[in-house]
């Protein structure tokens, strides 16, 4: 399908370990712990990445499509969506700390800390960080889900089952399939917090030196509100072999545009 190059800075797939063929992995078991310990290899592989892809947003303030980019280095990232003009419509940027979010037609921005968990609760009703989605986007179980991995390890029609339970009560669900032993799907039957995101069309990408990895290029997102949805399909991923131009990260904006802080507003509510 599409060639993924990778160069270093989103490692999205488990340090790039060596690529077996399909038929080579689904003769191979696979462990819990196994799972893990390629995760944590994916995680660290995929640090520091850049990335393009196609967006299809289809939610409560609109319906839209567009080119992305995406550019992750030492936990800072930068998300922006293009029309088909490459005018810039939107941009997030965002770390651990928090995330400032931009809307260019509106001029107006939306800042909200602890990674921007209060943008993505009031946008897309998902109790999630930015560093947790941009992870799963490239198939990793962020690292405090897996801290958080129970026991269950269940192998049904192709498929592991597993499931991480959270501190707030919630329980996340996983699969991952047998052939490419990667996440085919997460998700999460909570009332008010459901969700669902699946990977598909599976194929190698991330090429570094004589090792490959697999990754599934198109990835669809069902928010709590059933009648909304994102698909992303990458275009390419490279690792990243140098620092990025520190600008990509700066968050300074025009006088005119009114930034809404949204942890001071669910505060007063």
């Known amino acids: 399908m599409k060639a993924l190059i990778f160069s270093i800075v989103i490692a999205l797939v488990g340090a790039c370990a060596p690529l077996k063929t399909h038929d080579e992995l689904s003769q191979i078991p696979l462990s ?52 088909p003009m490459g005018r810039v419509r939107y941009w997030l940027i965002g770390g651990p700390e928090g995330i400032l979010a931009f809307y260019e037609s509106d001029q107006i921005a939306y800042s909200a800390g602890e990674g921007g968990r209060s943008y993505f609760q009031k946008f897309f009703g998902l109790n999630i960080t930015g560093q947790e989605l ?108 140098q620092a990025p131009n520190p600008l990509i990260f700066n968050k300074k904006l025009s006088g005119r545009v009114k930034v809404i802080n949204l942890d001071k507003e669910r505060k007063r509510r």
Not at 47 to 76: L, P
Not at 172 to 197: A, D, G, H, P
Request: hydrophobic letters at 30%.
């Open 32 to 83: 819990r712990e196994e799972f893990i310990r390629g995760q944590v290899r994916r995680e660290e592989a995929l640090s520091a990445v850049e990335g393009k892809m196609q967006v299809r947003y289809s939610v409560k303030q609109g319906s839209f499509s567009g080119g992305a980019r995406f550019i992750k280095h030492q936990g800072q990232s930068r998300f922006e969506v293009s029309d």
């Open 134 to 241: 941009e992870n799963i986007w490239m198939g990793i179980l962020p690292k405090k889900w897996r801290e958080s991995i129970s026991e269950t390890w269940n192998y049904e029609s192709d498929v592991y089952r597993g499931q991480v339970e959270k501190a707030e009560g919630q329980v996340i669900y996983f699969e991952v399939k047998r052939k490419t032993q990667q996440l085919s799907r997460v998700f999460s039957t909570q009332v008010k917090n459901e969700f669902e995101i699946s990977f598909s069309d599976f194929d190698s990408c991330c090429a570094q030196g004589r090792s490959e990895s697999i990754l599934g290029h198109s990835v669809s997102i069902k928010l709590p509100d059933p009648s909304e949805k994102i698909e992303l399909e990458w275009d390419e991923l490279n690792i990243l072999g």
